[in-house]
C-alpha cells in the first residue's frame, strides 16, 4: 500500500468495515469509575487508519487523548466497542504496536546504544546482531556519534529521539506516538518534525500521532481528527492534501495556513469549553 | 572572568594549595600531638593512652600475626553471611512490599518500629537457639541488617518511575524481564544504599556479639586484649579495623557512585 493511494472521504465518520485498515477502531468507549461519578474518556469513537497512513489525534488536554493511545497500545484491556490490528482484537499489547510515550522514558542506566537496542535484546538477538541493527536506527534519527553517551548527557529533545529509535528498532507496523514533542521548543519540534517525515518516507510505516500542537499535526499527517472536549469523541476529520515529501518549510505555505486555521476552528470551540469547564471546576471547589 | 573563575577552582581542587587540606592535616598533627604528649605526661593511668611507638609496633606485630588472620576471618564471614542472608531476605521482602499496596500497608510499620531498635537486646535469645559459636553472631548480624535493606528496597520499587513500566509492559516483558531488565537496574540506588546501610549495622551487631559472648573473631579479641590490659593491642586492633570498614563502605560506595555520575 502506498501513501499516495490514500482515499479522501470527507465525513467526519470513518466506516468501520473500511477493509483497506490497518488499524480499526469500532465504536470505542472507555469510561473511569472515580470517587466523583463515571469519567467517560473516549466517548464511541470509530475510525480506520489504512497501512502506511500518518493519522493524527488532536484535541485540548483532557479530553482522552491518552486514553485512546493507552487502549490502542494494549495498556487498557478493558474497554468497550472494538479495536483491531489487522483484523485481531486488541487485548494486550500487540507485537505489531509500538508505543512512543509522552513522557521521558529512555532507561537511564542504558547507554543510547543499549536503550535502542533494547527490544532486540528482548526478542533474544545476539549482541553484534542487535548492534548493528539498534545503529541504523540511531542513525535513522540522527544521533550518530552518541551511541555510548547517556540519557543524562543528552538533551530533552535527543532523549526524545532515543525513545522513538527504540521504538522503530522493535519494527512495528504501527507506531502509535502520545505527544512526543510536548515538552520541547518549537525549533526543536519542527526539526524533529522534518525527522519523523523523513523516517515515514523511509519505513512507510503506519503511524498515529496524539498532539495538542496543530502545525505539528498539520506539518505531518495525512489526515487528522479532532476530539471533542469531554466526552471525548470524534468532532471532524480533516484531509491534509498537502504534496510530499514535506518538510518543515511547508509551515509557511497558504494552505498550510488554511488548514490550521481550519482546524483551530474546529479545535477553538473544544478548547474555550475545556477551559472554562476547568474553571468552573476550580470555583467550584474553592467555594466549598 | 571565566579565567579567573578556572583558577580559583584549580586552587580548591589542587590538593597542595588548599586551605582545607591544610587545616585538615592540621587537625590530624594536633590530635597526634595532644595524644603523644599525655601518654608522655603519665597523667592517666598507666597505658590507657600507650605512645605512638608502641600502637605502631603492636599494629606490626598484629599484622604478621596468623593468629589474627584467622580471627578477622571468622568475623569477616560472620558479617559476608549475614549480610548475604539479611539482603537477600531484604530484597525479597523489600520487592514484596513495595509491589503490593495492601502488603506494605499491613507489614510496614512493623519495620519501621522494629528497624532502630538495638538488635542486641536479642542476642541472649540468639545465644538459646543457635549456641556460642559463629551462628549467633551470624544471626545478630542478619537481624541487623535485614531492616534497612528492606526498607530501602520497599521504597525504592514505589520510586519506579511508571512510563519504564509502562514501557515494558509495551514491549511485552515477561515478568522475571520485567524484574531483572526493569525493577533492579532502576532501583540500583536504593538497593546499594540499603547494603551500605545494612553493611555498617551488620558489622556493629557482629562485633557487639562478639564482645559480648564468643571464643573467636575480631570482637572477642578485642575483648580479650581489654581484659588482659594490653592497650596497645587494643588500639592496634580498633584502628586495623576502623580502616577495614572504611575501606569496604567505599567500595560498596564507588559501586553505587560510579554509574550515579552518569545518572540523570
Ligand atoms: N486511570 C484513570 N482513572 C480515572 N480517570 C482517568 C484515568 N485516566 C484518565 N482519566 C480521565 O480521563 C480524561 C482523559 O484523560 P487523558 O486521556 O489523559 O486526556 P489527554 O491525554 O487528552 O490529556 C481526563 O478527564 C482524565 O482525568
Ligand atoms: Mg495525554
Redesign the pocket.
Same mark, same amino acid.
Given at each position: 500500500m502506498s501513501v499516495a493511494s490514500m482515499a479522501t472521504t470527507h465525513t467526519a465518520k470513518t466506516s468501520a468495515q473500511d477493509s483497506a485498515g490497518l488499524l480499526v477502531l469500532d465504536d470505542l468507549s $472507555?469510561r473511569? !469509575? *472515580?470517587p466523583e461519578g463515571t469519567?467517560?474518556?473516549?466517548d464511541h469513537v470509530s475510525l480506520s487508519v489504512k497501512q502506511g497512513e500518518f493519522f493524527s489525534v488532536i /484535541? !485540548?488536554?483532557?479530553?482522552? $487523548?491518552? *486514553?485512546?493511545?493507552?487502549v490502542i497500545g494494549g495498556l =487498557?484491556s478493558e474497554y468497550e466497542g472494538n479495536v483491531t490490528v489487522a483484523g485481531e482484537r486488541i487485548t494486550g499489547p500487540h507485537p505489531s504496536v509500538g508505543m512512543v510515550f509522552?513522557e521521558e522514558s529512555t532507561f537511564p542506566w542504558r547507554t543510547v546504544i543499549e536503550n535502542v537496542s533494547f527490544p532486540l535484546e528482548i526478542e533474544g538477538m545476539p549482541k553484534a546482531k542487535r548492534y548493528e541493527k539498534a545503529r541504523h536506527f540511531i542513525h535513522m534519527v540522527g544521533l550518530d556519534g552518541f551511541e555510548n553517551r547517556y540519557p543524562s548527557e543528552l538533551s530533552g529533545g535527543m532523549r526524545q529521539r532515543v525513545s522513538l529509535a527504540r521504538t522503530l528498532a522493535s519494527e512495528p507496523k504501527i507506531l502509535l506516538m502520545?505527544?512526543p514533542f510536548a515538552a520541547l521548543d518549537e525549533q526543536t519540534r519542527l526539526l524533529l518534525g522534518d525527522k519523523v517525515l523523513q523516517i515515514q518516507e523511509e519505513l512507510k510505516q503506519t503511524t498515529m500521532l =496524539?498532539t495538542?500542537n496543530i502545525t505539528e499535526a498539520v506539518q505531518l499527517s495525512d489526515r487528522i481528527m479532532v476530539?471533542t472536549y469531554?466526552p /471525548?469523541k470524534v468532532k471532524r476529520v480533516v484531509d491534509i492534501n498537502l504534496p510530499r515529501p514535506r518538510t518543515s518549510e511547508i509551515v509557511g505555505s497558504d494552505a498550510f495556513g488554511h488548514y490550521v486555521a481550519q482546524i483551530w476552528t474546529d479545535l477553538r470551540e473544544e478548547a474555550s469549553r475545556g477551559l472554562t469547564e476547568d474553571e468552573g471546576r476550580r470555583v467550584t471547589r474553592a467555594t466549598r | 572572568m571565566a579565567e579567573t573563575g578556572r583558577l580559583r577552582q584549580a586552587a580548591i581542587t589542587s590538593p597542595l594549595l588548599s586551605p582545607v587540606t591544610l587545616v585538615r592535616l592540621a587537625i590530624i598533627a594536633g590530635v597526634l600531638v595532644l595524644w603523644e604528649t599525655i601518654a608522655a605526661s603519665g597523667w592517666l593511668y598507666r597505658d590507657v593512652v600507650p605512645s605512638l611507638l608502641a600502637i605502631g609496633r603492636a599494629i606490626i606485630a598484629l599484622l604478621s600475626s596468623p593468629e589474627y588472620y584467622w580471627h578477622l576471618g571468622v568475623t569477616a564471614g560472620e558479617i559476608g553471611a549475614a549480610l548475604t542472608i539479611g539482603g537477600l531476605s531484604g530484597l525479597l521482602v523489600g520487592l514484596v512490599l513495595g509491589g503490593s499496596r495492601f502488603m506494605g500497608k499491613a507489614f510496614e510499620p512493623y519495620l519501621y518500629y522494629l528497624g532502630p531498635t538495638p538488635k542486641i537486646i536479642f542476642f541472649p535469645i540468639m545465644i538459646m537457639w543457635f549456641g556460642v559459636g559463629p551462628a549467633s553472631k551470624v544471626a545478630l548480624g542478619t537481624m541487623s541488617c535485614f531492616f534497612p535493606i528492606a526498607l530501602s528496597v520497599a521504597a525504592g520499587m514505589r520510586q519506579i518511575d511508571p512510563v519504564l513500566i509502562r514501557v515494558g509492559r509495551s514491549f511485552r516483558l515477561k515478568q522475571w524481564q520485567m524484574a531483572w531488565k526493569i525493577y533492579l537496574p532502576a532501583m540500583r540506588h536504593p538497593i546499594i544504599n540499603g547494603v551500605r546501610l545494612g553493611l555498617g549495622v551488620a558489622l556493629i551487631g557482629t562485633l557487639l556479639a562478639e564482645t559480648k559472648l564468643s571464643n573467636r573473631g575480631i570482637g572477642f579479641l578485642i575483648i580479650q586484649a581489654y581484659s588482659l590490659f594490653d592497650m596497645p593491642r587494643m588500639y592496634a586492633m580498633l584502628i586495623v579495623l576502623f580502616i577495614l570498614s572504611i575501606g569496604a563502605n567505599a567500595l560498596i560506595g564507588r559501586l553505587g557512585g560510579l554509574d550515579s555520575i552518569k545518572r540523570l
Open positions: $472507555k473511569f !469509575p *472515580t469519567v467517560v474518556a473516549v /484535541g !485540548p488536554s483532557g479530553c482522552g $487523548k491518552s *486514553t485512546l493511545f493507552n =487498557i509522552q502520545d505527544e =496524539i495538542h476530539m469531554r /471525548g | -
